[in-house]
T-cell receptor, first 117, second 116 residues
Framework: GAVVSQHPSWVICKSGTSVKIECRSL??????MFWYRQFPKQSLMLMAT?????????EQGVEKDKFLINHASLTLSTLTVTSAHPEDSSFYIC?????????????FGPGTRLTVL | AQKVTQAQTEISVVEKEDVTLDCVYE???????LFWYKQPPSGELVFLIR??????QNEISGRYSWNFQKSTSSFNFTITASQVVDSAVYFC?????????????FGQGTTLQVKP
């Protein structure tokens, strides 16, 4: 149980294009999901908290117009990197809180590796 | 402010050695949760342990053990008789209960290399 999937697992795109990453909780409902970014040899940095049916909460320094988050259902959150540039190349990881479980528990997806040429 | 510090950037050991990964945290909250995750080269985070602030009992799981000391704000992780498959990046993380946001603050990570 408690499986989170991400799609795609990797993507290469040209500079200026937009890329959408999906995060799905496969066997549980998740009102709250989180999006993290990890640059090579660095730690995970929280980008935003995604809440079903409401606007995402972005961390300081994260551009909400560049990283669009949509959490339209209890099992799906999407992150769209708009007008991607090489500096957006990173490993993007999502996590989800099980609505039935303890509030502190998060289940992580396998990550999406984005390369912007 | 909450913060997690993993002072050891990289550790290299020879197989079968014991190794301890340090984690020191800062928080003003009295109720909080501490975690350890393993990140192998594939990138997927593997959950290892969760500990709440009221439970200072040390835990052992196979070759893994954790030492939680509130007095020093530390939550150290020891691997006994290390194996090559233990090679990975290990992250310590903190979550505060009061805010109920579930946000995780990660340490910088420690890269462990176990040589045969």
């Amino acid at each position: 149980g408690a499986v989170v999937s991400q799609h795609p697992s990797w993507v290469i795109c040209k500079s200026g294009t937009s890329v959408k990453i999906e995060c799905r909780s496969l066997d549980f409902q998740a009102t709250t999901m989180f999006w993290y970014r990890q640059f090579p040899k660095q730690s995970l940095m929280l980008m935003a908290t995604s809440n079903e049916g409401s606007k995402a909460t972005y961390e300081q320094g994260v551009e909400k117009d560049k990283f669009l988050i949509n959490h339209a259902s209890l099992t799906l959150s999407t992150l769209t990197v708009t007008s991607a540039h090489p500096e957006d190349s990173s490993f993007y990881i999502c996590s989800a809180r099980d609505d039935r479980g303890r509030g502190d528990e998060q289940f992580f997806g396998p990550g999406t590796r984005l390369t912007v040429l | 402010a909450q913060k997690v510090t993993q002072a050891q950037t990289e550790i290299s050991v020879v197989e079968k050695e014991d190794v301890t990964l340090d984690c020191v945290y800062e928080t003003r909250d009295t109720t909080y949760y501490l975690f350890w995750y393993k990140q192998p080269p594939s990138g997927e985070l593997v959950f290892l342990i969760r500990r709440n602030s009221f439970d200072e009992q040390n835990e052992i799981s196979g070759r893994y053990s954790w030492n939680f000391q509130k007095s020093t704000s530390s939550f150290n992780f020891t691997i006994t008789a290390s194996q090559v498959v233990d090679s990975a990046v290990y992250f310590c993380a903190l979550s505060e209960a009061r805010s109920n946001t579930g946000k995780l603050i990660f340490g910088q990570g420690t890269t462990l290399q176990v040589k045969p």
